[in-house]
């Protein structure tokens, strides 16, 4: 056996920008490639190999080709020291306040790197937590086998049977799904190159049947008991959300239990209004997990595996998770209000009612029966 080559951090962030560098290479249209690349005469596999037990920056602003500025200081105006590219992945040493602040911004975080520092904005906080794979799925309520799991490595690859049919799958060079997603898994293999444990995922609502495998390891077991309603005996359950503070607050009558910062939909001057609705609103429905796209006209948006999703306003404005920006304390989503996964768990679990595990999806019908969610201008 191979003894297995470490990597240095500077290695590290070095070769996960030279592995991007290489899927921005043309590709025939339709066809998912399995690319090898060779580093210093070492051939090395398409997925980089994280570091365990380490909190790690993904760079996660604009799509594939996107590079942002390293700076030497945290703050806007501060010299560049280099350059991280969308998907680059870098250990996150820790988060500071802009050492300058910059007036014409509402955050001023900044993340440290061993390379120098980012807007925080720009990067989703991650880690790679390798899971031991079942090899045999559990038991559902319905006698089929089948669980929810949450992705817990800053990226993965995919496998397909067969050609896709979803948007993001098919016009993305090479897709990828992201930590904290979530999606149904409901079989079981081992990959017939690698002999790795894959498990078969999909998304249950709100998209096409597609399918894919994905390494095992990297896909964290959601279990029943941790859904479970959190305060089920509470009266009076109600959320504010302020749009002028971009906040959320979880209320059991006048005591605020839980707070947040968010990201909503900002004010649209042409017209006249908030994207996110002001007013009070009852939660209509409440998912483990969905899909969620648009049309050009209101930004032209297909996102997969969007988890812990309560939706509010009949348009479809949802409180929900996300891991596609760091946004929170701006307004800049397209009305629904983004939270951080562990937040959006939390408040899911808090809301009434409660969703069972499978299917992990609840509509909820009739008068007084789900959570207040009160909008506000602030």
Not at 46 to 75: H, M
Not at 119 to 140: G, R
Not at 226 to 232: T, V
Not at 292 to 321: Q, R
Request: proline share 7%.
């Amino acid at each position: 056996m191979k003894p297995k080559k470490t990597f240095s951090r500077r290695e590290f962030l070095k070769y996960s920008g030279l592995v991007l560098a290489g899927l921005a290479l043309p590709r025939g249209k339709g066809k998912f490639l399995n690319l090898n690349t060779s580093i210093l005469g070492q051939e090395i596999s398409p997925e980089v190999i994280f570091p365990e037990n380490e909190v790690l920056g993904r760079i996660c602003a604009g799509s594939p080709g996107t590079r942002v500025d390293i700076k030497s200081e945290p703050y806007w105006d501060a010299p560049a020291v280099g350059q991280a590219w969308f998907d680059d992945v870098f250990p996150w040493k820790r988060e500071v306040i802009a050492s300058q602040l910059d007036g014409n911004r509402i955050n001023q975080r900044w993340v440290e790197m061993p390379e120098g520092y980012v807007y925080a904005e720009f990067v989703q906080k991650t880690e790679h937590l390798p899971q031991e794979p079942l090899q045999t799925l559990p038991e559902t309520s319905t006698g089929e086998r089948g669980m929810w799991v949450e992705i817990v490595s800053p990226y993965t690859g995919l496998t397909f049977n067969r050609a896709p049919s979803q948007y993001w799958l098919r016009e993305t060079i090479r897709p990828r799904i992201y930590y904290s997603q979530i999606f149904w898994a409901f079989n079981v293999r081992q990959d017939p190159v690698t002999g790795k444990t894959q498990y078969c995922l999909k998304q249950r609502t709100g998209a096409e049947p597609d399918e894919y495998w994905v390494d095992a390891s990297v896909c964290r077991q959601i279990t029943p008991e941790e859904i479970a309603p959190i305060h089920p005996e509470a009266g009076d359950k109600h959320i504010i959300v302020d749009l002028h503070y971009q906040t959320i607050a979880c209320f059991e009558g006048d005591e605020e239990v839980f707070f947040a910062r968010t990201t909503t939909g900002g004010y649209s001057y042409e017209e006249e209004r908030w994207l996110t609705p002001i007013g009070k609103h009852t939660i209509w429905r409440k998912l483990i997990s969905t899909h969620m796209s648009a049309g050009p006209a209101v930004g032209n948006y297909d996102i997969s595996g969007v988890g812990w999703t309560t939706l509010f306003d009949p348009n479809g404005a949802a409180i929900h998770s996300t891991y596609w920006h760091n946004y929170y304390g701006t307004a800049r989503s397209h009305g629904c209000v983004n939270l951080r996964p562990e937040d959006a768990k939390w408040v899911w679990r808090w809301t009434e009612p409660a969703v069972p595990y499978d299917p992990g999806d609840r509509i909820i019908q009739g008068l007084n029966q789900s959570t207040v969610v009160e909008v506000i201008e602030g």
